[in-house]
């Protein structure tokens, strides 16, 4: 695949954005209280701090671009990133992050997100705010009911192959529609519109075995859980994603999202991923 901005495009647009940068380096406008030497905040990683350090002192947009970058991060680092994001945005305290002016221009260099989500298209599960993560941060994968098919399985290679994300999660969360119309009787589905069936035919597999559960909620957190488990257990047929994890640049793990909550519940270890 083609990188999405060619090189040449990109140094153009660098050459052409240079003097801005540099005249919002100037005097006159408010600059951030550099950091004391050192104080690293809570989950902030060496790299992280370096970065936040250069913006301080007022580094050019190449400066910013060199030091971002998802190797950055470990797979670990980055799930400890999404769990303190989304500690902080269920506990009320996300801090929307935004970024300086030339934090933001340095973006046309290049793009660098530490994670890909494969998440549902529900309006009420935007990927960035619930894990409190600004521009940059994360490449975002939604369609209905998270399915891994050729589409989003194209959008994940991309992320690991060309922009060498460094972890993949597969969200699901509760009261998701996509699942509730994968659970319905083949009639119901078959009035569906043709692509939403293509859809739910990926999700119907994952919900057919689900045991026998009496209270609604809870027969629908386990079968959104169980479709999170069926379209984890496709990530290893892709070559870019098996190759990354071999060579232990890449982590896939699972998550369930309560909208009640705010909170994400997060499937990492083997027995937790186990397809029943
Ligand atoms: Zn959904």
Redesign the pocket.
């Known amino acids: 695949m083609k990188p999405l901005l060619s090189l040449t495009f990109a140094a153009f647009l660098a050459t052409f954005f240079q003097p801005v940068a540099a005249h919002a380096a100037e005097p006159a406008v408010a600059q951030p209280t550099p950091p004391e030497p050192g104080a690293q905040k809570a989950g902030e990683t060496e790299p992280d701090l370096k970065l936040r350090e250069a913006i301080a002192r007022g580094a050019t947009i190449e400066d910013i671009a060199k030091l971002k970058g998802p190797s950055t991060k470990t797979p670990q680092d980055a799930i400890r990133s999404l769990k303190m994001g989304n500690a902080r945005f269920f506990g009320g305290t996300a801090r929307r992050p935004d970024m300086s002016a030339n934090e933001r221009r340095a973006q046309i260099l290049q793009q660098t997100p530490f994670a890909v989500v494969l998440g ?3 309006s009420r ?1 935007p990927v960035e705010l619930v894990y409190d993560q600004g521009l940059g941060d994360i490449f975002s994968v939604r369609v ?2 998270q399915a891994v098919e050729p589409g989003t399985s194209g959008s994940i290679e991309y992320a690991v192959k060309h922009l060498n994300t460094r972890l993949l999660v597969i969200m699901g ?1 509760e009261g ?4 509730k119309a994968a659970m319905l009787d083949d009639a119901e589905r078959k009035a569906e519109p043709e692509n939403v069936r293509y859809l739910l035919d990926r999700i119907v597999p994952a919900v057919a075995n689900i045991p026998k559960i009496r209270d609604p909620k809870a027969k629908m957190r386990e079968a959104v859980i169980a479709n999170v488990r069926k379209q984890l257990a496709l990530a290893p047929q892709n070559p870019v994603v098996k190759a990354a994890v071999a060579k232990n640049e890449l982590a896939v793990i699972g998550a369930f999202y309560e909208i009640s909550s705010g909170q994400v519940d997060f499937l990492e270890n083997e027995d937790e991923l186990k397809v029943h």
Do not use: Q, Y
């Open positions: 549902c298209s529900d599960v209905a009911g969360h998701c529609g996509a699942v």
